[in-house]
T-cell receptor, first 116, second 117 residues
């Protein structure tokens, strides 16, 4: 069974600085998707960034980028120029592409605090 | 364009009671999934509906059941409520349900907070 681990329960960063959130996963599949979702106090999960496992190039979305290390099964999220609005819970999630496993499998989350 | 809408937003039930939560998917989406998120944890997959049928199910007891209607909206029913059922229940919608669509963006509602006392 696939698992997702986020080892940092909480991270804090000064506004305008850069922060990296860690995620590792375990799977025997070779083709899958990885996601970072943001959950603000409103509780609605918002997709931040997506990575396809068969693509070697790391995904980037404006101030958000990932470091995808497939062999190490590592998928970290880098937030550049942190803003107060980035404060939220961040969840790493995995979604397989086998015939019986398409649901999202989630890590426990990292609470990101932005210091003004 | 309305996103995923869920109702009610908050509710309190007593142990042993039954609850029904409702979800309307994002316009154009035909697949609905339900997740349970306990306080301080990541979501756990309950089940997924497509074409009014349950297509996948997570590790949840039969007390958890669902339904999808012809307009793609969905209900989550929980019978014989336990204290441990207290959680945020998230509805997610997307297009397509099989491996072909596994890269499609999944959109979430704001959830229904269930407290069992």
């Amino acid at each position: 069974a696939q698992t997702v681990t986020q080892s940092q329960p909480e991270m804090s960063v000064q506004e305008a600085e850069t922060v990296t959130l860690s995620c590792t996963y375990d799977t025997s599949e070779s083709d899958y998707y990885l996601f970072w979702y943001k959950q603000p106090p409103s509780r609605q999960m918002i997709l931040v960034i997506r990575q396809e496992a068969y693509k070697q190039q790391n995904a980037t979305e404006n101030r958000f980028s990932v470091n995808f290390q497939k062999a190490a099964k590592s998928f970290s999220l880098k937030i550049s120029d942190s803003q107060l609005g980035d404060a939220a819970m961040y969840f790493c999630a995995y979604r397989g592409r086998t015939d019986s496993n398409y649901q999202l499998i989630w890590g426990a989350g990292t609470k990101l605090i932005i210091k003004p | 364009d309305a996103g995923v809408t869920q109702s009610p937003t908050h509710l309190i039930k007593t142990r042993g009671q039954q609850v029904t939560l409702r979800c309307s998917p994002k316009s154009g989406h035909d697949t609905v999934s339900w997740y349970q998120q306990a306080l301080g944890q990541g979501p756990q997959f309950i089940f997924q509906y497509y074409e009014e049928e349950e297509r996948q199910r997570g590790n949840f007891p039969d007390r958890f059941s669902g339904h999808q209607f012809p307009n793609y909206s969905s209900e989550l029913n929980v019978n014989a409520l336990l204290l441990g059922d207290s959680a945020l229940y998230l509805c997610a919608s997307s297009s397509g349900w099989d491996r072909t669509y596994s890269g499609n963006t999944i959109y979430f509602g704001e959830g229904s907070w269930l407290t069992v006392v």
